[in-house]
């Protein structure tokens, strides 16, 4: 049984950091797609980060890049999100995911939370202005 368990969120002022961690337990996340996602009251889920299991290459939405990073301990199992110089409008529910479905077209469906085969439960970042 897969399960994705994520940490780290919090409260935090605009300009300050978090580090997000997804523990994978029943997956190896070297050999899945790992991604994070964030949804915001009334919002829809969106894609926030992503990295592809064989090349490693990962992918940031546009409105994190250059302040968030997406990185993998294979050791720990274990995904994190490093989020810098955090705003106001970043506050959501981070998501972690994991998808098999799209292992061989990663870069063609990264960004789609339709394509994650699982999901954790989220943690709530919360960024004061």
């Known amino acids: 049984q897969v399960q994705l368990v994520e940490s780290g969120g919090g409260l935090v002022q605009a300009g300050g950091s978090l580090r997000l961690s997804c523990a994978a337990s029943g997956v190896t996340i070297s050999t899945v797609v790992m991604g994070w996602f964030r949804q915001a009251p009334g919002k829809e889920r969106e894609f926030v980060a992503a990295?592809?299991?064989?090349?490693?290459?990962?992918y940031h939405a546009d409105s994190v890049k250059g302040r968030f990073t997406i990185s993998r301990d294979n050791a720990k199992n274990t995904v994190y999100l490093q989020m810098n110089t955090l705003k106001p409008e970043d506050t959501a529910v981070y998501y972690c995911a994991a998808s098999r479905t799209i292992i061989w077209s990663c870069g063609s469906y990264y960004s789609v939370p339709q394509k994650y085969d699982y999901w954790g439960r989220g943690t709530q970042v919360t960024v004061s202005s």
């Open positions: 990295m592809c299991w064989s090349t490693g290459i990962t």
